[in-house]
């Protein structure tokens, strides 16, 4: 599987991808990935991330299911004892929900911040997603964004190598 090929070979057309625009809530953004998920003999499938368009409907940001945990603070809830102990917690927590004002824009990755070509090379791409610590990264040609990439799409690449 080595030799010529490149990231075009690899990556997921943006069809592919939920997206939302770059005001909606973080709550209607959970909603956009969830109802792109499907269930398949009792396990969940689906995108890890939503495609963030712009007012003009460009693509502006990647939007992904590791944002938006940390953005609704699981990790430091699920942390704190005290909130942990208390069993409204959780029930106090989706009270609060519909009520938030964070917005997309503010936890996206900007569509531009790191990308690859797909003219590069697969190894070209890898090292770009270790050297920024993501697993999605932007295909980008001319002007605009054509696919996304993601490291599970370059694994059977990756075990031709072994």
């Not at 953004?29 to 499938?45: H, P, T």
């Not at 004002?101 to 990308?115: G, Q, S």
Request: hydrophobic share 45%; glycine share 8%; net charge negative.
């Amino acid at each position: 599987m080595t030799g010529t090929l490149r990231v075009k070979d690899f990556m997921v057309g943006l069809e592919h991808y939920p997206t939302v625009g770059a005001g909606a809530t973080v709550l209607e953004a959970v909603v956009a990935l969830r109802q792109s998920f499907r269930r398949v003999e009792g396990v969940w499938y689906g995108p890890q991330l939503l495609v963030v368009l712009d007012e003009g409907g460009r693509p502006a940001g990647l939007l992904t299911l590791r944002a938006l945990l940390h953005a609704v603070g699981i990790k430091d809830l699920c942390a704190d004892v005290w909130f942990r102990s208390e069993a409204w917690s959780w029930y106090a927590l989706r009270q609060l929900r519909p009520d938030s004002t964070m917005r997309v824009r503010e936890i996206m990755r900007p569509v531009d911040a790191v990308t690859v070509h797909p003219d590069d090379s697969p190894e070209e791409a890898a090292l770009r997603m270790l050297d920024h610590g993501v697993s999605h990264l932007p295909v980008t040609a001319g002007n605009g964004v054509v696919g996304i990439l993601r490291v599970i799409d370059l694994l059977p690449y990756i075990e031709s190598l072994l």
